[in-house]
């Protein structure tokens, strides 16, 4: 853990956080693939201690569909939005869809089975459909064949994006369809048009490449962005926490020194 004490300070002095979380590789080790769902009854009295506390604001955002989120994270009262922010359940259990779901998902459906036969019987990856998008998860595959597979399926997604407002997202052994909305800055700026002005401190902590895109969000709000790797990673976070274990021994922290 790599957090200066003055951004200790202003967090423990803050009148209201608004703390909003990435879940996996941030809250909890990457599942086997996207469609096993495994509850932590762990983080979850964590999360609800969150909750709870009259000071903190909580919401999850997160890549995954926001059905799975629902069964990860199975409290009320808090955010949870799924699919990069595309779909979103509020504290008071409203749901919302920021796009039109019809004008999404034909665009999906010409590229699934192109993507699904580029893939077939071939070891270590994964197709994950989310409804709002679509992604190649090739974590466990062989890296030569990986990288083969990825520029075709890179170059039949650009064909259909450069038609439509859809986009691309990458990663390490990873690649993704998905609509221009699907972008967590702009969740967060959207969920943060709804916090106090001029008295709420944000904070977004979160792993990869789809979390750097908060960062900046939060930082104009006056708030602070935390990065779940190792210190020499290029990223625009203010702070560093090393594993999923290491961002839930904070939280409990800063509950306990809340409390004080």
Not at 37 to 43: A, G, R, S
Not at 165 to 178: D, P, V
Not at 194 to 211: C, M, N, R, T, W
Request: glycine share 6%; net charge negative.
């Amino acid at each position: 853990m790599n957090i200066p004490n003055k951004i200790q300070k202003e967090i423990l002095t803050a009148r209201l956080i608004w703390l909003l979380l990435d879940y996996d590789g941030t809250l909890a080790d990457f599942a086997p693939t996207p469609d096993d769902i495994n509850p932590d009854l762990d983080l979850i009295s964590i999360l609800n201690s969150l909750r709870q506390n009259p000071k903190i604001t909580l919401g999850i955002i997160s890549g995954r569909r926001l059905a799975h989120i629902e069964k990860l994270v199975p409290l009320s009262g808090i955010w949870l939005a799924g699919s990069y922010g595309l779909e979103i359940i509020t504290p008071q259990g409203e749901r919302l869809h920021r796009l039109d779901y019809s004008t999404i998902r034909p665009l999906i459906d010409q590229l699934k089975p192109a993507w699904q036969e580029m893939i077939q019987d071939k070891e270590g990856f994964y197709l994950e459909d989310k409804g709002w998008s679509i992604a190649i998860h090739a974590r466990f595959a062989e890296d030569g064949v990986t990288h083969r597979v990825l520029s075709s399926a890179l170059k039949l997604a650009k064909d259909i994006s450069m038609e439509s407002e859809m986009k691309i997202l990458g990663g390490n052994k990873f690649l993704e369809f998905a609509p221009a909305l699907a972008d967590k800055g702009k969740t967060v700026t959207f969920l943060l048009a709804e916090a106090p002005q001029g008295q709420v401190l944000p904070i977004f902590i979160g792993d990869d490449d789809k979390d750097e895109l908060a960062f900046p969000v939060v930082q104009d709000h006056g708030g602070f962005a935390g990065c779940v790797c190792e210190p020499q990673r290029l990223t625009a976070a203010d702070f560093y926490l090393s594993s999923p274990q290491d961002v839930r021994y904070w939280l409990l922290n800063l509950l306990e020194s809340l409390d004080e």
